[in-house]
């Protein structure tokens, strides 16, 4: 049965500017996807085998450990290798017909039309992010504080984005869960800057104690495009599989021109929904297009 958000819980994501939604999703729900991880890392892993940038194919490993351990058998300093591994397994470059699936979700879909109403669009702003074991100092992709509204354009102001961060695996401080910081979102957006890759700037973060959205696989975190988040690094000996999805109502600007929205839901119109999974690919391969060398962010 699809969670429907009671009104308490509204009224704390507004009030907070966060909400975890506990138990939406199932085993059953991440399956698909999975599923089709798993082939994609098998193929990649072997043939990275065959070119003899990796030892061995670790074969018996299974979604949350196999390109963990990978990542063991490439030396720290060899960084271009590190980020080949993980660099090409986003979802808009994957394309993966079961994520597209996934967006259509009732599970999903029904605490989203809490916040947003029944007329929902997906924005582009879509990841799929794995986070391996860090080693040293460095955890390759770790996300900064930031509000999501400083990555998109300035068209996006008038629009109320809600994002959805949809962790595959459990997650705590020690694998890297999420640290938002609550109830600021009345300050509105603060000034960020592009070093460090789109940040708050640091003497204009709020003195708030940050909060770590400790989360078992199957929760949802939604904040408002106002919350300042991070990533941590992933000290575990799993992949941090998270996916995070960003829906508003349909019609307002995404504040990312290039990138296809898609409207995934909708009840006065239900033929205006856009489930063509062909659409989806021709659409990212020529947003992506159009998109080179486009500074997406507002800074
Ligand atoms: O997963 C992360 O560490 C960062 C994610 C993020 O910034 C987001 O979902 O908006
Ligand atoms: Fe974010």
């Not at 819980?9 to 399956?31: C, M, N, P």
């Not at 930031?146 to 990555?151: E, P, S």
């Not at 694998?175 to 300050?187: D, K, M, N, R, Y």
């Not at 999805?245 to 296809?260: E, I, N, S, V």
């Amino acid at each position: 049965m699809a969670v429907t958000l009671s009104s308490e819980q509204v009224d704390q994501y507004y009030k907070e500017g966060f909400l975890i939604v506990r138990g939406a999703l199932s085993d059953t729900d991440f399956a698909p996807i999975e599923s089709a991880y798993n082939d994609l890392l098998d193929r990649r892993i072997r043939e990275w085998v065959s070119e003899g940038k990796l030892n061995d194919p670790i074969e018996n490993e299974g979604f949350s450990t196999r390109l963990a351990r990978a990542a063991e058998q490439i030396p720290v300093e060899d960084t271009d290798r590190m980020k080949a591994l993980t660099t090409d397994l986003d979802l808009m470059i994957t394309r993966l017909p079961a994520v597209f699936e996934f967006f259509f979700n009732p599970n999903l879909l029904s605490p989203v039309a809490g916040i947003i109403g029944p007329e929902i669009t997906l924005s582009p702003i879509q990841h799929i992010r794995p986070y391996i074991p860090v080693r040293g100092d460095n955890q390759p992709g770790q996300v900064p504080w930031h509000q999501d509204q400083g990555v998109t354009k300035e068209e996006a102001d008038v629009s109320e984005i809600l994002t959805v961060w949809i962790p595959m695996i459990n997650v705590d401080p020690h694998s890297g869960c999420l640290q938002i910081l609550p109830g600021v979102t009345a300050q509105g957006l603060l000034q960020h800057e592009a070093e460090g890759g789109t940040r708050i700037k640091p003497n204009l973060m709020p003195q708030t104690e940050p909060y770590d959205c400790v989360m078992s696989r199957g929760d949802l975190l939604f904040m408002s495009a106002y919350t300042p988040h991070r990533g941590q690094p992933n000290r575990s000996d799993y992949v941090r599989w998270t996916m995070d999805l960003r829906f508003q109502k349909t019609g307002t600007p995404t504040g990312r021109p290039t990138h296809p929205e898609f409207i995934v839901q909708s009840r006065q119109d239900p033929s205006s929904v856009q489930d063509d999974y062909e659409e989806w690919c021709r659409r990212w391969i020529e947003g992506r297009e159009a998109g080179k060398g486009v500074r997406h962010h507002r800074v």
